[in-house]
């Protein structure tokens, strides 16, 4: 991968018209590689490479111990049949639609609300606090969380008994453990698709309101007719943004719930990392890798086809 | 600790946004979007300020409700459990050697390569740059098995290398190098060539140093995903000896989430310590490398 990544040597071009030449060409190749062989090389070996490798693993079965078996599609047919797998799968996709759409409701609200009149420093400070889940590890807001939704002396119950409901089992009830997931998650990643509506709406010109302020359009009108058409591009690359996050979610239900009570929280990354570290099943785990890789892929793809109908460019 | 800190003085220079309602008088409708935005912000501060304030209690106390916002008998015992339950020092200093080394071999490395797809002419270059960007959709998870079977080839197994070797070529980093470099003015370069400078000559001192906000915004971006990274030290990693920060933090809360609160949130609270730093003096290149590549 390394010696064959670098035929750009070769190609040091003599183009003569600079303003001067930079030696022989000889020296241009080796300046060219010395900039790129360390990027080239190091996405090669940890990126590249294992792209194929995956893809290929994805047909054997290995254990790490005995030689790898081919097995054909057996590890793809898996994902569809084994109900594990299947039920993850059918988690993420559950989870990313709940989630996404919270996340873009709520920080679309936000965005267009910090947006209206108001002090400086109370649209800074706003702004900062929206942002300030993004730079906490996920890791970390799932240890804080896991005690706040505890069943017994959690805080979320506490509240919740002050207003006269009983004790909800959140980390032990197949559904309230799902809630909290999409809970936790969006808390931490809202900030995120925040700051791009932000900068989406801020480079709304002004005039536009104004004009349509004169011809007595008001809040919802605006809203309607030229916030929400005129950010359309930003929601796009939003909502990509967001699914693609979204699809990849491990951390919090590592922590908050190891995938439980039985499988209801498990996510295809999940079962990933237990095919191959728990089982020591890395043919599978690379197979469900690949299966997420084109899920991700077709997802993307699928949005950009529909936003050809929705998506408005100035 | 608490609200104060999270309030940078930092000024906005974006233009004005559209005005809706001009009357000076707050209407109910100005009235019900602001009691949005508090609501949104206690919620969004809330888990942060009840974290603070539990680490400050005791930990037999910790457990008790009504939960204190405000610590009444601020006690630091959970401080100092917290270091006698984990090794928060050895902790930290993997954190810190790891992120350290990602966030400056990333932007040594995503300096040069950016600077030759900007500035240096080789055949094949777009075709080079459109594979080095092909990889950035890929996520790590896909990728997992093959480079832990690399590591494990290499010998470096449960090693902090493991974690810092397979972070540092980035292909954003290297797009947002290439970017940063199309955007500074190409006659500086050919001034420098003129006057007799080779193409090291003209990256170290003319180019290098002008790039130095958008190697900032690697740096910091680097910082914050390594630092709170969890997914590649759960599987790289297997002595404790070599956790990092969230990985320690997530095994003394332990499997049943049984540790004494305080003292688990002692150790949140220090591990965010540096995050805040950036956060507050880096809260700008931090939101701009965030949202950069998608807004054109």
């Known amino acids: 991968m390394t010696a064959a990544a670098l035929p750009t040597a070769r190609a040091a071009v003599d183009r003569g018209s600079g303003p001067r030449s930079q030696g022989p060409a000889w020296r241009r190749r080796v300046v060219v590689l010395t900039f790129l062989a360390p990027t080239i090389i190091g996405i090669g070996i940890f990126t590249l490479g294992p792209i194929v490798a995956s893809i290929l693993l994805a047909f054997f079965r290995w254990d790490i111990i005995t030689d790898p078996e081919f097995v054909g599609l057996t590890n793809f047919v898996d994902v569809v049949a084994d109900p594990t797998v299947r039920v993850s799968f059918i988690n993420t996709l559950v989870f990313v639609v709940v989630a996404v759409t919270l996340q873009i409701a709520v920080s679309l609200a936000l965005a267009v609300l910090i947006s209206q009149r108001m002090p400086t420093w109370a649209r800074t400070f706003f702004r900062s606090v929206f942002f300030f889940p993004l730079i906490l590890s996920a890791a970390s807001v799932s240890i804080i969380m896991r005690y706040l939704f505890n069943e017994e002396f959690g805080v979320v119950n506490w509240l919740l008994s002050l207003v006269g409901i009983g004790g909800v089992p959140w980390l032990t009830s197949p559904t309230a453990s799902a809630v909290v997931i999409v809970l936790v998650y969006v808390w931490q990643q809202f900030g995120f698709t925040f700051l791009l509506f932000v900068g989406g709406l801020a480079s709304i010109p002004t005039e536009v309101y104004e004009a349509s302020s004169i011809d007595g359009a008001t809040g919802w009108r605006q809203l309607r007719s030229i916030t929400l058409p005129l950010l359309s591009p930003t929601m796009l690359v939003a909502c990509v943004m967001a699914v693609i996050s979204a699809l990849q979610i491990f951390d919090q239900p590592y922590v908050l719930t190891r995938g439980g009570p039985g499988d209801a929280t498990r996510t295809a990354v999940m079962v990933i990392y237990e095919s191959a570290f728990r089982q020591l099943e890395f043919g599978r785990a690379s197979a469900i890798g690949v299966v997420l890789m084109l899920l991700i892929m077709g997802v993307t793809a699928l949005q950009f086809r529909l936003s050809r109908r929705f998506v408005f460019y100035q | ?296």
Not at chain 2, 121 to 132: I, N, P, Q
């Open chain 2, 1 to 296: 600790m608490t609200t104060a800190t999270v309030t940078p003085p930092a000024p906005t220079t974006r233009a004005a946004p559209p005005r809706r309602s001009s009357r000076a008088v707050p209407t109910p409708s100005t009235v019900a979007r602001t009691a949005f935005l508090v609501v949104a912000a206690a919620l969004t501060l809330g888990p942060v300020i009840w974290t603070v304030s539990t680490s400050l209690r005791s930990p037999a106390e910790s457990f008790t409700l009504p939960p204190q916002l405000i610590p009444t008998d601020p006690d630091l015992t959970p401080y100092i459990q917290v270091f006698a339950q984990i090794n928060m020092g050895l902790l930290t200093l993997n954190s810190a050697l790891v992120t350290g080394f990602i966030a400056v071999g990333q932007m040594l490395t995503a300096a040069l390569a950016g600077y030759a797809f900007a500035r240096l002419e080789f055949r094949g270059r777009s075709l080079w740059f459109s594979l080095v960007l092909a990889t950035m959709m890929v996520p790590v998870q896909v990728t997992i098995v093959p480079v832990f079977m690399i590591i494990r080839g290499m010998g470096l197994s449960d090693t902090l290398l493991a974690l810092i070797l397979p972070a540092i070529p980035t292909a954003f980093g290297t797009f947002l190098m290439r970017q940063y470099f199309l955007g500074l003015p190409v006659e500086l370069g050919e001034a420098a060539s003129i006057d007799g400078a080779g193409p090291w000559r003209t990256f170290a001192s003319i180019y290098a140093p002008l790039a130095l906000p958008g190697l900032a915004i690697i740096g910091i971006l680097a910082f914050n995903f390594h630092w709170n990274e969890f997914f590649r030290p759960l599987i790289l990693t297997i002595s404790e000896q070599n956790f990092t920060l969230p990985l320690g933090l997530v095994s003394l809360q332990g499997n049943m989430g049984t540790g004494s609160i305080s003292v688990v949130l002692a150790g949140v609270v220090l591990s965010m310590i540096p995050a805040l730093v950036v956060f507050l003096f880096g809260q700008r290149p931090l939101r701009e490398g965030l949202t950069a590549g998608v807004s054109k």
